[in-house]
């Protein structure tokens, strides 16, 4: 999300075209990415199991099996990028300007996907088997990287061309490489928990077929919740370039403080794999609340900032007054869902954290398109509210989705589930 956030910093300074199309070649990554956590799923539980007991051996071949996974992933995604980058832009119907924009950045990113299927799949690996501390190593030693370069490859600084938006995907990149690399060279010398290694290595098709079958749900889940995305820009392209830019940045924001429940959401989930590898389900339950307490505390805290700084927080993406007010004004209708967004996070990575990935589907599926895609569409047709309605339509799909998940995590279910 630091990415994110610095790429759209500089790119802001390019004006609101260059946001939008950002924006919308972003929507398009997060698609293909949804579609990388079903296997990141399915890898996590059955790394996390076997590491709870005490099984490392077969922990280090499943970790094996899913990087050949992601780097045949990543080279398909490449390849078709490469073809489909111009008719997928514009396939959203935004202004020429945008598209461009659009194009220029996502062609970047897609020909340095191998490199992030194998830094991501790699972080996760190491993650599963309990060491959070060396993946948050390895970002911040690339989002330094990143961070440093970005500004240099958009604004053509020193003796850099100016890139524009390549050079942001172009950091990117180049920090991806970087990172992909650490992260094996980590795993091949055993200096993790885990230790891959290439001898006696074999292809398992069962191996796939059983991530794949965990990850499955979890993959469906992710891609329409990404269609779902990909409605919702849909719906606000009519009210113009603007209403996109600051859906953009809005989004990016969003995102940005969707981390702590993904993190510790993250961690949580693998603590309940492994707790229920050892037989510890109750002890399971308690690290998931513990986890939603510290997340909720923190939503609060930043719904607080939010709704007495929001055009502080916008301004600092942008400088076009017009585009800082109604970006304020979607940050501060956002802040209904922020409030409660902890226990969707958290609840949500605990359940698949235990293999128990298909009421994840089922609940997702019924937040996007039975509460959030028609109430987008309706309520700025039959309500004063305009573009605001399709951000209320954000709000109401998180509560009913918050509802459904403490429900479901309190019966108990996921702590019976086999993988």
């Not at 510890?280 to 986890?291: I, N, Y």
């Not at 869902?337 to 990935?357: K, N, P």
């Not at 028609?374 to 309500?383: G, I, N």
């Not at 399709?390 to 709000?395: D, F, K, Q, T």
Request: aromatic share 10%.
């Amino acid at each position: 999300m630091v990415s994110q956030i610095v790429d759209m910093i500089w790119i802001g300074r390019l004006g609101a075209s260059a946001i939008a199309g950002v924006g919308v070649a972003n929507i398009v990554l997060f698609f293909v990415m949804s579609m990388d956590f079903g296997f990141i799923i399915g890898m996590r539980a059955m790394v996390a199991r076997h590491v709870g007991a005490d099984d490392i051996t077969g922990a280090n071949y499943i970790a094996g099996q899913a990087f050949i996974l992601s780097i045949i992933w990543g080279a398909l995604i490449t390849g078709a990028g490469f073809f489909l980058t111009e008719p997928i832009i514009m396939m959203f119907g935004v202004e020429s300007p945008v598209v461009t924009e659009g194009m220029a950045y996502l062609r970047v990113m897609f020909a340095g996907w191998v490199s992030m299927e194998v830094l991501v799949m790699g972080l996760y690996v190491i993650q599963s088997s309990g060491d959070t501390l060396t993946p948050l190593k390895i970002e911040f030693l690339i989002r330094v990287v990143h961070v440093t370069l970005c500004p240099f490859l958009v604004k053509g600084l020193w003796v850099f061309p100016q890139l524009g938006v390549r050079g942001a995907a172009l950091s990117n990149v180049i920090s991806q490489i970087l990172g992909a690399g650490l992260g094996l060279w980590l795993l091949f010398r055993g200096h993790t928990r885990l230790r891959l290694t290439l001898r006696h290595f074999r292809f398992s098709t069962n191996i796939i077929w059983r991530i794949l079958k965990i990850g499955g749900p979890a993959l469906v889940m992710n891609l329409q919740r990404s269609l779902g995305d990909i409605a919702l820009t849909l719906f606000i392209v009519p009210f113009g370039t603007l209403a996109v830019a600051a859906h953009s940045l809005a989004s990016r924001v969003d995102m940005f403080l969707s981390l702590p429940g993904m993190g510790l959401g993250s961690g949580a989930g693998v603590l309940v794999g492994q707790n229920l590898g050892a037989n510890q389900p109750e002890r399971a339950e308690r690290g998931a609340w513990l986890a939603v307490g510290f997340v909720e505390a923190f939503m609060v805290a930043c719904s607080i900032v939010i709704l007495l700084w929001a055009e502080n927080i916008i301004g600092i993406f942008t400088t076009e007054a017009s585009l800082i007010h109604l970006g304020s004004i979607f940050l501060r209708i956002a802040t209904g869902s922020y409030l409660i967004l902890a226990l969707v996070f958290v609840l949500q990575s605990c359940i698949a954290g235990a293999g128990d990935t298909i009421p994840n589907m089922i609940i997702n599926i019924g937040m996007i398109w039975v509460v959030q895609l028609p109430l987008a569409f309706l309520l700025p047709r039959v309500t004063d509210l305009g573009i605001f309605g399709v951000r209320w339509a954000i709000v109401a799909s998180t509560f009913v989705g918050t509802i459904v998940y403490v429900t479901y995590f309190k019966l108990g279910r996921w702590k019976t589930r086999k993988v």
